[in-house]
C-alpha cells in the first residue's frame, strides 16, 4: 500500500521523477487561480452582483473576521498568508472524494513545507510589528533561563503543526484504503465523509494555529506599551 | 525472509498495536473531559457558545494530534519500517 503521494510517480524524465505530490499541488494551485481570476474579472459594485462574487466576498470576509477573533489588531494584513493558507489545505483536503485525486496535504513533503512558511513568517510579521530588538527579546522574557525553551518551543510547535496535518490527511486515505479490502461499498463512503469534516477543520486548525503564533509573537507585551496611556488592545 | 526480517516483523507488529492502544487512551480520556467541560460551558452561557465551540474544536485537534502522532509511528513501524531493509541488506550482502 502507497501511505504517500510521494511514492506514485506519474512520469519519469533521465532520473527526474515526476511524483503526484508535485502534480496535484500545482493542479490544487491551478484551479484556486482560474476560479479566482474567473471571478474577480468580473466583479461589480452595483446592485446587481454575480453569485460567485457573493461567495467570493463571504469566504474572504470570514477569514478575516476569524482573524480578527484570534487577536490580530489588523486582519487585512494577515488576510492574504492565512488565507491563501486555509484556501489551499481546503481545496486539497475536499477534492480528496474526486476518484483518483491523492491530497498533496497527505504528504509529509508538502506539510513540512507549509509549516517551514509558518515558521519564517513569525519572525517576519513580528519584526516589522515590534522591531527586530522588541522580537529578539520575547526569547528572553521573563528571565535569560528560558532562552532554549523558547527556541525549542519554536521548533518543536512547527513539527506538531506539519505532522499534525499530515497523519489526519494519511490516516483517512490509509482507513479508506483499508475498509475497501475489508468491507467495500458501504463504510468506505462513510469514512469519506467524516474525511470531508476533519479536512476542512484541519485546515480551519492550521490557519488558526498559524495566525495564534503570529499574533502572539506580533503583539506588544503590556509592559513595553506602558508609556502609552490610552492603550486598550494589549490587555491579557 | 531470513531470520532476523521476521523478528523484526513481529516486533513491529506488536509495538504498532501497542503504541496505537496505549497512546490513544490519554487522548481519549483528554478530549472527552474538554468536551464534557465545554458543553458545560455552553449550558451556563449559551450565548458565549460561538467563542467555545471555536475554542473546543482547536484544543480538540490539538488534543487528538498527540493521538495521530502514535498513529504516524505506528504506521512507519508497519509500511515503512527503516530496519527491515538494513536486516535484508546484511542478510543479502
Keep these: 500500500m502507497q501511505i504517500s503521494p510521494d511514492q506514485w510517480i506519474l512520469y519519469e524524465w533521465r532520473g527526474l521523477a515526476l511524483n503526484a505530490t508535485v502534480v496535484f499541488t500545482w493542479g490544487v494551485m491551478a484551479l484556486l487561480v482560474l476560479i479566482s481570476w474567473a471571478i474577480t474579472a468580473r466583479l461589480s459594485e452595483g446592485t446587481r452582483i454575480s453569485r460567485w462574487q457573493v461567495m467570493l466576498e463571504v469566504v474572504v470576509e470570514t477569514i478575516r473576521d476569524q482573524i480578527a477573533d484570534v487577536g490580530a489588531d489588523r486582519p487585512a494584513r494577515y488576510l492574504p498568508f492565512i488565507g491563501t493558507l486555509f484556501l489551499f489545505i481546503a481545496a486539497s483536503n475536499l477534492l480528496a472524494v474526486v476518484p483518483g485525486f491523492r491530497p498533496p496535504t497527505g504528504s509529509l513533503s508538502t506539510t513540512v513545507a507549509l509549516a517551514a512558511c509558518v515558521l519564517v513568517a513569525v519572525p517576519l510579521f513580528a519584526i516589522t510589528e515590534r522591531g527586530l530588538r522588541g522580537y529578539l527579546g520575547s526569547y528572553v522574557r521573563p528571565t535569560v533561563l528560558m532562552l532554549p525553551f523558547n527556541v525549542i518551543g519554536e521548533v518543536s510547535r512547527t513539527i506538531a503543526l506539519a505532522i499534525r496535518l499530515y497523519g489526519n490527511v494519511m490516516s483517512g486515505t490509509v482507513i479508506a484504503g483499508i475498509l475497501i479490502s475489508v468491507a467495500p461499498f458501504f463504510f468506505p463512503v462513510l469514512m469519506q465523509l467524516l474525511g470531508l469534516l476533519t479536512g476542512l477543520i484541519q485546515a480551519y486548525i492550521f490557519a488558526v494555529l498559524a495566525m495564534v503564533y503570529i499574533a502572539s509573537a506580533a503583539r506588544t507585551r503590556p509592559a513595553e506599551a506602558a508609556g502609552t496611556p490610552d492603550d486598550t488592545e494589549t490587555g491579557d | ?93
Design chain 2, 1 to 93: 525472509m531470513d531470520d532476523y526480517s521476521l523478528w523484526i516483523a513481529a516486533v513491529s507488529i506488536v509495538t504498532a498495536g501497542l503504541t496505537i492502544a496505549i497512546g490513544s487512551i490519554g487522548p481519549a480520556l483528554a478530549e472527552g473531559r474538554a468536551a464534557s467541560q465545554a458543553l458545560a460551558a455552553i449550558a451556563q452561557q449559551p450565548d458565549a457558545s460561538n467563542t467555545i465551540t471555536r475554542t473546543l474544536f482547536v484544543s480538540l485537534a490539538m488534543i487528538e494530534s498527540t493521538a495521530i502522532y502514535c498513529f504516524v509511528v505506528s504506521m512507519i513501524l508497519i509500511f515503512a519500517n527503516p530496519f527491515t531493509e538494513i536486516a535484508a541488506q546484511a542478510a543479502g550482502g
